[in-house]
Nanobody, 122 residues
Framework: QVQLVESGGGLAQPGGSLRLSCATS????????MGWYRQTPGQERELVAS????????NYDRAIKGRFTISRDNAKDTLYLQMNNLQPEDTAKYYC???????????????WGQGTQVTVSS
């Protein structure tokens, strides 16, 4: 079955950095567009970054553009999110999922991983 395992979150100070990972299995990662979502309590989960299956195309929400970088390693079936210059408003639980295409916001899989919590605070 599909597994999405997010890791790398934690507590960071404003201006700090974190690198999130999403280890996947159970589907054809290398032929799937992928995305990072985030969710805060009481809010809808929102897509913040996406990447094409070959990594050649990336898209970012305006709130994170220029600070976060999405990447992937198809040999390891793993997705990454490098988060720099973190701000308190980046505090959220972060999730990954496959996308039907890189410009879509709709996740492929109905089930999600456990997510990884990012908290930005001084």
């Amino acid at each position: 079955q599909v597994q999405l395992v997010e890791s790398g979150g934690g507590l960071a100070q404003p201006g700090g950095s974190l690198r999130l990972s999403c280890a996947t299995s159970g589907f054809a990662f290398s032929t799937s567009a992928m995305g990072w979502y985030r969710q805060t309590p009481g809010q809808e989960r929102e897509l913040v970054a996406s990447i094409s299956r070959d990594g050649g195309t990336t898209n970012y929400d305006r709130a994170i553009k220029g600070r976060f970088t999405i990447s992937r390693d198809n040999a390891k079936d793993t997705l990454y999110l490098q988060m720099n210059n973190l701000q308190p408003e980046d505090t959220a639980k972060y999730y990954c999922n496959a996308l039907t295409r890189v410009l879509s916001t709709r996740p492929v899989f109905a089930s999600w991983g456990q997510g990884t919590q990012v908290t930005v605070s001084s």
